[in-house]
């Protein structure tokens, strides 16, 4: 386990997108292989997110916009010292296998899986509280009492099938957190602010903490500065901002 606990702020709509399907996929990821009803429930309830999220953006224009990117700008370390070409030929060549499989994909992302009758109907109930009990969707309540290598086998391939998505957004994000590296800084009284250079296409702001720490951050964002307040949890009452000193990583994440 490590040390250090990141928060993390996107800076664009693209890298917010992004996050929260790396959030899903992991979560989808986690619950998969459990034989319980509830984790084939809440497998199903992360991927039809995973397809709400695929149906309200053009996601296949974007990752595509956002390989094009990181591999004009990847290309361009190549003739500079120090650069380890091997690694970086590694990389370009996975970039261009996600291109290649995202153009070959006819039609919109996520459309092999989305007219599958469980699926649309759990996305059908999504906006209802509690919408998906047993009385809901009888077919759901069905498919949940079959044998449990049943309902993983289908999981797996419903998420196999998304791969053309859950790979290369794993691919750009770990770019993107390498991109810089992380220093330290304080924060004055809980309170840190900084400018944003406009010459630098800065995606996503990372900020590092003990894991031992009893403050958390509170980032704000804008298009010209950032700030970060470090907050004091209390029990049951709102938190208050610190009135210490302290130390901690930022990273600004810039491709």
């Not at 899903?24 to 034989?35: H, W």
């Not at 996975?94 to 070959?104: F, K």
């Not at 330290?184 to 309170?191: D, L, P, R, S």
Request: glycine residues 4%.
């Amino acid at each position: 386990m490590s040390d250090t606990i990141f928060y993390e702020q996107p800076l664009n709509e693209r890298m917010r997108s992004f996050l929260r399907l790396e959030h899903l996929f992991k979560q989808a990821a986690y619950t998969l292989r459990g034989y319980s009803i509830w984790d084939s429930r809440s497998t199903l309830t992360s991927i039809t997110s995973i397809l709400d999220i695929l149906t309200r953006n053009d996601l296949k224009t974007e990752l595509l916009k956002e390989l094009e990117r990181q591999e004009k700008t990847l290309s361009a370390l190549s003739d500079l010292p120090g650069v380890d070409k091997e690694q970086l030929n590694n990389i370009l060549k996975q970039i261009e296998t996600s291109q290649q499989n995202i153009l070959n994909f006819e039609g919109q992302l996520g459309q092999n899986i989305r007219e599958h009758e469980l699926l649309n109907s759990l996305r059908q109930r999504s906006s209802i509280i509690g919408g998906t009990c047993d009385f809901d969707i009888p077919y759901l309540h069905y498919w949940l009492q079959q044998p449990p290598e049943y309902r993983i086998e289908k999981l797996e391939d419903w998420l196999e099938k998304l791969e053309i998505i859950s790979h290369p957004i794993s691919l750009i994000l770990d770019i993107t957190r390498e991109s810089s590296s992380p220093k330290n800084v304080t924060a004055e009284k809980g309170f840190y602010q900084q400018n944003i250079d406009s010459n630098a296409p800065v995606q996503l702001i990372r900020v590092g903490l003990n894991n031992d720490s009893e403050y958390f951050p509170e980032i704000s964002a804008g298009k010209q500065r950032f700030s970060i307040r470090f907050m004091l949890q209390q029990d049951g009452k709102r938190p208050i901002q610190s009135s210490d000193d302290l130390n901690f990583q930022l990273t600004c994440c810039a491709l």
